[in-house]
């Protein structure tokens, strides 16, 4: 009795930070509030039974028996207030006359939405958050934006790298299920505490929290409402929210709209499983009975054909394939796991060259590692090469979390002859053209100290555009000397012809006048 009476009773009024009623109570200060004295009430005379047992916040009664499916459990969880507007008509009629997009997406859904909802439910968070990747990316973790946002929560990449999301020659964990996922929450916590409303949350989620708060500010310097609706926002951010609700809203009811959601079960979809050795992607998804692509779609972060277990330590595998894979592997005893492993570049080097130091031709190593044509490797760079039979070690953890891939245009070089001038030596032509002084000596096949006459033809391998800068000056230089060579020539040539003199119609030279 004293049980009941004590659930009985009411308890003291919580506030949320911001004045905002539609998630969790976000502290104002650091202090925590004094807890209340309470007092059972012991009624007089027999128990009644209570009527309305919900009275007291205002839902349903609350369902002992789990949901049947997903879908049931989300709709169980929706705690943001619904946005009222006539874009969510819009977007709901939208939707609702693309049945075969709403099929393909939740199907799509069906790998990532129970893990998401179990992080959102652990966190307090609103389940309609479960709906955001509809909207970001159609949950397609390879989805790649115009503006470079990656994976299904759709991570800018200095954003990612804020919240510690990889991005290497390797791996983008912006693209990983887990790891964008717990991102993506802890962003939308940050941005929920910062405006105290889901819905502004969301709007700076999508136009950044920068902008949100200067068009608040604005708005309130004059003297206008700060709600989302009140907001002047962009096309894209305006939108951003009625699509969600409206997404909501078909979950919530899809016999409203005529749509029908395919079932997705209340139970995991995919097991984290460890691995403790460099391994082929091939040969997981072999020992696990399942599809490389199959394999992918969970662990969509992976770039290269290896694993690096230094870097990622765990997988994503099937429910029930995780167990079909760990047996596998424990009853493997022969051969390695990792047919590739990672070569860090020495010095920079041509294609040609890095594939003849690794034993690829440059047409597999230019494949493997992404290299674009016409340029040149630089030092330090992570490159994926075959992996020795003679070589266990696997990629350090460095490597496998910091390998990045740099190139430099390659430089390409024009045989070019060049005349030498006075003075001229072998050093002396290396530095007017920034070449090796060696190589002016290979080239022209004299001792590096030698030295050239005036005039002398000079053999160089320029880049192209100096090689043809360099061609110019010599003619320039070859029209100067013949000019110069042509007037001397003239002046002597006028010296020894004698002035011709006017001749009068007689014949008797005239007198020539001077002037």
């Known amino acids: 009795m004293l049980w009941l009476t004590g659930c009985a009773t009411t308890g003291t009024d919580t506030t949320v930070a911001g004045g905002a009623s539609d998630g969790p109570a976000i502290p104002t200060n650091n202090k925590t509030p004094a807890r209340p004295a309470h007092t059972p009430l012991i009624p007089n005379g027999p128990l009644q039974p209570i009527m309305a047992v919900n009275a007291f916040n205002g839902g349903g009664v609350a369902s002992l028996s789990a949901p049947a499916d997903l879908w049931d459990r989300i709709r169980r969880g929706f705690a943001m207030p619904d946005l009222q507007h006539e874009l969510v008509q819009d977007r709901e009629q939208w939707y609702a006359t693309r049945p075969d997009y709403i099929q393909r997406m939740t199907e799509r859904s069906s790998k990532y939405l129970f893990h998401i909802v179990e992080e959102l439910e652990r966190r307090g968070m609103p389940t309609e958050l479960a709906l955001l990747p509809y909207i970001e990316s159609a949950f397609n973790p390879q989805a790649v934006s115009s503006a470079k946002a990656a994976g299904m929560w759709q991570f800018m990449p200095a954003t990612g790298s804020y919240f510690d999301l990889k991005q290497n020659a390797f791996r983008d964990d912006r693209r990983d299920v887990l790891a964008s996922t717990r991102a993506a929450l802890d962003y939308l916590q940050k941005l929920y505490g910062m405006f ?12 950044g929290e920068g902008s949100v708060g200067r068009a608040i500010a604005k708005n309130q310097k004059a003297g206008l409402g700060t709600g989302y609706t009140d907001l002047n926002m962009p096309a894209e951010t305006r939108l951003y929210v009625p699509k969600l609700q409206a997404v909501k809203n078909i979950v919530a009811n899809p ?28 040969l997981v998804a072999s020992l696990s009975g399942i599809r490389e692509d ?8 992976y770039k290269r054909p290896v694993i690096l277990a230094a870097g990622t330590p765990q997988i994503l595998l099937p429910w ?23 070569w860090s570049v020495p010095t920079t080097m041509t294609v040609a060259d890095a594939a003849q130091r690794t034993g690829m031709s440059e ?23 075959p992996r020795s039979v003679t070589t266990r070690e696997d990629v350090s953890s460095h490597l496998a979390d910091n390998g990045q891939l740099a190139f430099a245009p ?4 024009r045989r070019t002859t060049v005349r030498a001038r006075k003075g001229e030596t072998v050093a002396s032509v290396a530095k007017r053209y920034n070449l090796s002084a060696s190589n002016v000596a290979d080239w022209n096949d004299v001792k590096a100290s030698a030295a050239f006459k005036l005039g002398q033809q000079i053999v160089v391998y320029l880049p192209v555009r100096a090689a043809v800068a360099a061609a110019s000056t010599q003619v320039r230089s070859s029209n100067v000397r013949n000019v110069v060579q042509a007037r001397g020539n003239n002046k002597q040539s006028t010296a020894k012809a004698p002035p011709s003199a006017p001749v009068k119609r007689g014949g008797t030279p005239s007198k020539v006048k001077k002037r």
């Not at 047409?363 to 090469?385: E, F, T, Y």
Request: no cysteine; glycine share 4%; net charge negative.
């Open 196 to 207: 105290g409303d889901w819905h502004l949350a969301l709007a700076a989620y999508n136009w």
């Open 255 to 282: 016999d409203a709209f005529k749509t029908e959601l395919p079932l997705i079960e209340n139970h995991p979809y995919f097991q984290t499983v460890d691995i403790t050795h460099d391994i082929d992607v091939a």
């Open 294 to 301: 199959d394999f992918r779609a969970l662990n969509p972060s």
């Open 320 to 342: 029930d394939n995780a167990k079909v894979f760990q047996r596998n592997l424990e009853a493997r005893r022969e051969g390695q796991y990792a047919s590739w492993t990672v």
């Open 363 to 385: 047409a597999d190593l230019r494949s493997m590692n992404n290299i674009p044509p016409r340029m040149l490797i630089k030092a330090g760079s992570a490159l994926m090469v």
């Open 410 to 413: 390659e430089i390409v070089t």
